[in-house]
Nanobody
């Protein structure tokens, strides 16, 4: 059993900052790529940022220069530091992790968090 627990969402004014966290727990052998996606009301889920095991990062053009993704492998946690937030950043943010479970190390599983709401509004 693998679980992702997200935290850090909330209401913030335009131009403000917020940091999201996502911690993985359970029967995990190793974690590969970790990332964040978001889904705004009435829109499809979209990639925000990903970070590979070695630290290579990828960002959506809309968040480059404003968001920073990082990870703590020892804590099995991924972070998303968001700054200069805009109303268009309002969405449910989902953590996404690709991992190898202990029960079957020949497989890679994709696991999603439950989502955390970020609202950017004055």
């Amino acid at each position: 059993q693998v679980q992702l627990v997200e935290s850090g969402g909330g209401l913030v004014q335009p131009g403000g900052s917020l940091t999201l966290s996502c911690a993985a727990s359970g029967s995990i052998l190793s974690i590969n790529t970790m990332g964040w996606y978001r889904q705004a009301p009435g829109k499809e889920r979209e990639l925000v940022a990903t970070i590979a095991t070695g630290g290579t990062t990828h960002y959506a053009d809309s968040v480059k220069g404003r968001f920073t993704i990082s990870r703590d492998n020892a804590k099995k946690t991924v972070y998303l530091q968001m700054s200069s937030l805009k109303p268009v950043d309002t969405a449910v943010y989902y953590c996404n992790v690709h991992l190898v479970p202990l029960v079957d190390f020949t497989r890679t599983l994709e696991v999603w968090g439950q989502g955390t709401v970020v609202t950017v509004s004055s």
